[in-house]
């Protein structure tokens, strides 16, 4: 069987190729990285490690927070 599109006579396994090579090519584009500075520094650089903000209600919780990290961390350097 056969299409006609634009006055031509199209296989249906021409149409399916298409659609393949299509859905491939978009893939492609959508997967293709970008410029590597504008995802952010390199990982395991100090300039990109940064802490996160602590919204404690008072100075016991925000101090209990800062030494459960600091002993969580210890433990994971042990682990490696």
């Known amino acids: 069987?056969?299409?006609t599109i634009a006055g031509r006579k199209i296989l249906?396994?021409?149409i399916a190729l298409g659609?393949?090579?299509l859905y491939g090519v978009l893939g492609f584009a959508a997967?293709?990285?970008?410029?590597?500075k504008a995802a952010g520094a390199a990982p395991g650089s100090s300039s990109s490690v940064r802490e996160p903000?602590?919204?404690?209600?008072?100075?016991d919780e925000e101090a209990f927070i800062k030494q459960f990290l600091a002993d969580a961390e210890g433990k994971n350097e042990r682990l490696v």
């Open 1 to 3: 069987m056969s299409y």
């Open 12 to 14: 249906n396994e021409h």
């Open 19 to 21: 659609t393949f090579a």
């Open 31 to 36: 997967t293709a990285g970008g410029d590597k």
């Open 53 to 59: 903000a602590l919204n404690a209600s008072s100075s």
